[in-house]
């Protein structure tokens, strides 16, 4: 089946997304990258008040259930272009 098949089953009622066209971005190449970054962070800053609780909840189980072990897992990955990133997890 074919992205244009597809299209009109799922974005029925919803012309606006047909004329959406990835060659008429407004930015490009490093103000692209910039406006991405900050709107990623604003969006994680604006999800603190959810987040921040669940995470402290995770970390006081980890510690309640087993409270010798670590509660963040540090793991590193090969990240894109082949860089390394370090993942941090409960």
């Not at 991405?36 to 669940?54: G, S, Y």
Request: charged share 20%; with cysteine; hydrophobic share 50%.
């Amino acid at each position: 089946m074919t992205a244009s098949a597809i299209r009109p089953v799922l974005w029925s009622g919803h012309e606006w997304v047909d004329r959406i066209r990835p060659e008429n971005a407004v930015l490009r190449g490093r103000p692209y990258v910039i406006a991405k970054r900050a709107l990623d962070v604003a969006l994680v800053l604006a999800a603190a008040p959810i987040w921040v609780p669940v995470a402290v909840l995770c970390a006081l189980w980890i510690k309640i259930d087993d409270p010798r072990s670590r509660i963040m897992f540090t793991q590193t990955r090969t990240g894109k272009g082949g860089r390394t990133i370090v993942m941090h997890k409960f």
